[in-house]
């Protein structure tokens, strides 16, 4: 294939390291309801173990902490504020996009290419994110006038700054497995990791298990964490990379340890969906930052039911998340395979089945109140509370868990623009001054928040659902596969 040239220079472009053949055009198939359902609610339970593992883990540091402790509680809450505000750059969640609609394209030589341009981009993100987490003390020191807990909770952050590297080995390295619907890599390693995180902290922080030990206590918790998230990337590595060779397939054509596929063009191409991604990601955070902070200025007793409340939607969003994760996966399969038809009709059926499900969700939140509020207090005033305002809060967890799902849609089409232009208008034009002004206009109470949440909430649907049904599929599957560089038959004569 002869050079092109730049229509504006006149200067000769760089040939794709990685260009296919011509391939035909692409067909459109029909989607069976039935298989769909299958496989969508197969992937679903796949990536939902891996994410109940990893809130486990989060869980299990807590309640272990928890016997060593109030203090130390403190010391781990208080850096998590900073630490995740910062966090948030380093989970470039944009490579599932490209690797499935790389593979869906037939060029998995790509998709292996995107791997390595992945851990490029994020290896410089890394050292900022890291060095933040380093000043973790200095930082809180502005704020917190607490020398002890500020120590505390600037070693915790310190500690936990040294699995950045594995952190993002093992998300990258799994989400690349995933956009190929491959797996087994996050389902059967996330789970061993939850364990070893709970058998270690049981042995080493508290001294659980052996005789007239006490354990190392605190100090011993990051510690493990850390290095149960190295654990986790080499059984990832090893078992299925050096002896499942599950990625050999991907190899780009110089080998995985080359830099020569990581051309600018590329890096740049990953910058420009990675960037709005990452801000839509910190944008959602700072939101419920700001939620959080109108429900403190409430009672103590609003504030503990707002916690509490807020796990339950994590919970919830655990596994409409799942969902969102497979219906974007099957999304970016469908489009780079060229096929419009079935990415709608994809995108269609899942978007029934989030709302099926959360509807079962939320007919349990309305009927047993307080019985899931018994999953973290035993206090009747909280109960009494919770219960007063269960509408309200099962309004909100349906319109939050419907977002989750509809942002999925676009993200998996490669528009992280759109979906971080309609995040900023739902959080900062609809949720936080709806909360702002039924608190102060309404009633100060949670019902009042969670109206707020649940109308800003409802605003982000509705500018999703009309990015979403006011797409061009024909367009945004072109765009995959030209994403996936591939050249169809006639466009190379063309050329």
């Keep these: 294939m002869a050079s092109s040239t730049d229509p504006e220079e006149g200067a000769p472009l760089e040939e794709p390291l990685l260009a296919p053949e011509p391939v035909p055009a692409p067909a459109e198939e029909q989607v069976h309801v039935s298989t769909e359902l299958a496989d969508l609610l197969g992937l679903t339970a796949a990536f939902f173990v891996s994410s109940v593992s990893w809130v486990a883990m989060k869980s299990t540091d ?28 380093v989970q470039g969640r944009v490579l599932g996009v490209f690797v499935s609609q790389a593979i869906g394209a037939d060029n998995k030589r790509l998709a292996g290419a995107w791997l390595q341009t992945s851990y490029a981009v994020l290896s410089l993100v890394l050292i900022p994110v890291a060095i933040a987490w380093l000043f973790t003390g200095p930082a809180l020191r502005l704020f917190v006038k607490n020398n002890t807990l500020v120590k505390d909770a600037a070693y915790y952050a310190t500690v936990l700054a040294l699995c950045l590297p594995a952190r993002v080995g093992f998300s990258q390295l799994t989400q690349f497995f995933s956009a190929q619907k491959i797996m087994r890599p996050s389902y059967a390693t996330a789970p061993i990791a939850m364990v070893l995180n709970l058998v270690l902290g049981l042995l080493l922080v508290l001294g659980i298990g052996i005789p007239h030990w006490k354990g190392f206590g605190f100090k011993a918790c990051p510690i493990v964490t850390t290095c149960v998230e190295y654990v986790q990337l080499a059984i990832v590595v090893i078992v299925f990379c050096v002896i ?103 995108v269609r059926i899942g978007l029934v089945v989030s709302v099926v499900l959360l509807s079962i969700i939320v007919l349990v939140v309305i009927t047993i109140p307080r019985q899931l509020a018994k999953i973290f207090t035993n206090d009747s005033k909280l109960l009494d509370l919770f219960e007063r305002c269960r509408y309200e809060f099962a309004a909100a967890l349906f319109m939050m868990s419907c977002a989750v799902v509809c942002e999925r849609v676009p993200f998996g089409m490669g528009r992280a623009k759109a979906v971080l232009y309609a995040g900023a208008v739902g959080s900062w034009v609809g949720q936080v001054p709806a909360v702002i002004l039924c608190v102060e206009f309404w009633r100060k109470d949670l019902r009042s928040v969670y109206t707020g949440v649940a109308a800003g909430y409802a605003l982000l649907v509705v500018v999703l659902l009309g990015i979403i049904f006011t797409t061009d599929w024909r367009q945004q599957a072109a765009d995959a596969r030209a994403r996936s560089e591939v050249v169809e038959e006639g466009e190379e004569a063309a050329q």
């Excluded at 990625?247 to 191409?269: L, Q, V």
């Design 244 to 346: 499942k060779k599950l990625h050999a397939a991907c190899e780009p054509d110089n080998g995985w340890f080359s830099m020569k596929e990581i051309t600018s063009e590329r890096f740049i191409a990953y910058i420009k969906m990675y960037a709005p991604a990452a801000l839509a990601i910190a944008s959602d955070f700072w939101r419920m930052t700001a939620v959080g902070a109108v429900a403190a200025s409430l009672s103590e007793d609003d504030l503990g039911v707002f916690n509490a409340s807020y796990r339950i939607m994590w919970m919830a969003l655990t596994l409409t998340g799942s969902l969102g994760g497979a219906i974007a996966t099957k999304l970016g399969l469908r489009l780079g395979a060229g096929d419009a038809k079935g990415a709608r009709q994809g």
């Design 62 to 89: 807590t309640a272990i902490l928890g016997h060593v402790g109030t203090r130390y509680l403190d010391a781990t809450a208080l850096p998590d504020l900073y630490t995740m505000s910062t966090g948030v750059f």
